[in-house]
Every structure is written in C-alpha cells, then in structure tokens.
C-alpha cells in the first residue's frame, strides 16, 4: 500500500496509507500508517474526510508536528537479565 503526505500551507493536511486510526481530538490525531505509526499534533484539528475504502484521511486545523514513532520493542524481563 503507497503512502503519502500532502500538507498544503500546514492547514490542510492529506495522509494515504492509513491503516488505523488510534486517536483523534483537536489537538492530536494518532494513526497507523503503512510506513509505521504516525502522530500529528497541532491546534483546532478536524477530520475533513475519512474514507476507508482509499485508505486516506484529510485533517484541517494549524498542523505544528508530523512524527512518525517507532514501535515498542518488548523490554525484556528483568529476572531473564539477571539470570543469564
């Protein structure tokens, strides 16, 4: 699946390739994308469009951050350091 960002005047903001939206208010919106998981942060953020079938969404408002996160490796155990 193509991912793309397309930020227009960083009021309008097109993302494809999502795959699952984690979260959204008007000041943050956390979604899944296939290049990884994906935060936006900024103010008055509203969902313009959504459309599963395409895969996009569209998100207005001032768009301050797009920070794509790293997965969480699972942390291992502390008794399994101890006692290697």
Do not use: C, W
């Amino acid at each position: 699946m193509e991912h793309n960002i397309t930020l227009k005047e960083r009021e309008n903001l097109v993302v494809s390739g999502v795959e699952h939206i984690y979260s959204f208010n008007d000041k943050k919106v956390e979604v899944k994308t296939s290049a990884g998981a994906m935060v936006i942060e900024g103010e008055n953020l509203d969902m313009g469009k959504l459309s599963i079938d395409e895969n996009i969404i569209s998100v207005t408002g001032t768009i301050n951050s797009i920070v794509y996160t790293k997965p969480k490796q699972p942390q291992e155990n502390f008794f399994k350091k101890v006692f290697k």
